[in-house]
């Protein structure tokens, strides 16, 4: 038996599909993340600190300051393993940090 041919689509149509798929997708890692963050990092660099996007193979983490920034960067190579591990092999090879002004802070 023969598979029936669907009605041709555009191009455009599917990209946005595919770049929908692909915002939820990160969102539910980054979801992810910040639940497994204060396991990782401790508890109060968690409320200091917050996993915020992966943006290619980067990490972006979210601090209160530069201070927590520095000690983040302390654990960086555990937290990229943990991140690997978590998210089956997402191919996180680094981490940056970004400080957050105060009405960006969430608690």
Known sequence: MR???KAPVH???LLLQA????DISL???ISLLKEK????VGPL???KSAPLKIRGKYLIIGTEGPVWASELELSKIEIIKNVQRELNGT???EVRFRILSDREVKR
């Open 19 to 22: 770049l929908k798929w692909r």
């Open 45 to 47: 660099l968690a409320l």
């Open 3 to 5: 598979n029936k041919l």
């Open 27 to 29: 969102k539910d890692q």
């Open 11 to 13: 191009l455009s149509e």
């Open 37 to 40: 963050w204060p396991e990782w």
């Open 91 to 93: 191919p996180i090879e």
